[in-house]
């Protein structure tokens, strides 16, 4: 029975990371269709590198991401708390309303922020992608939060009261630190949506705000492109890079 169950495993693993390895591999086949191997070459990633519109995109990404996930922790945090700490007649429907955007079709939310903005007279820019983003990647930060939330001990806000702490400066001394974790893995899961976001940025960007994600759908749509291959390469190095790292960090702090 091991020997079934490790086989089975086994073929899990190669089922999905099988084409992962074989994109890698790729990205460094001379061949321009990649249909055979003709050879080992990082021209791929020396045109890569040199593609201005895609290092403009990228550029783009990351200060959209990093915008939204801060704005998304500020928003998250503060609604999480402001629902655990006070009651309201419609909390529960706050709730509700909040948590909408995270089950929302993109496609829909896409549709209905383009004709929000054109309504009011917003133009479409960074900013326009930076609120679509904000709008559904907040509700993932406050969910945290409020886990967070449930589980810490209401007598260390209350001992902070006592000892002449402010209600504010008890959250923000003795409430927050605790929040941490939760509030890095939200900002992590906002900065990662953000990132990967391609439909509602498709209906809230303009020319000026493309993200990669955008652009690269735009060039998949012309063909098959193998600086896509050595993109996606660099992005899957970055990750394990990242994982490995905060493995390491996790095991230092024991």
Known sequence: MDWFLRGWTALVFLFLYGPVLVLVACSFNA???NVVWEGFTLDWYQKLLANAPLLRAAKNSLLIATATAILSVLLGTAG???????RYRCS???????????VMP???MGISL????ATIGLKLGFTTV????VTFSFPFVLIAVQVRLHGLDPALEEAALDLGATPLRAFWLVIVPCLKPAIIAGALMAFTLSMDELIVTF?????????LPVQVYGMARVGLNPMLNALSTLFILATVAFVLFSEYLRKLSR
């Open 31 to 33: 061949s321009r269709l």
């Open 80 to 86: 999480a708390w402001l629902l655990h700490r006070y």
């Open 92 to 102: 529960q429907l706050i709730r509700t309303i909040v948590a909408i955007p995270m």
């Open 106 to 108: 993109e496609i829909l």
């Open 114 to 117: 383009l004709i929000l903005f």
């Open 130 to 133: 930076i609120i679509g983003h």
């Open 203 to 211: 209906f809230t960007r303009s020319a000026s705000a493309e993200t």
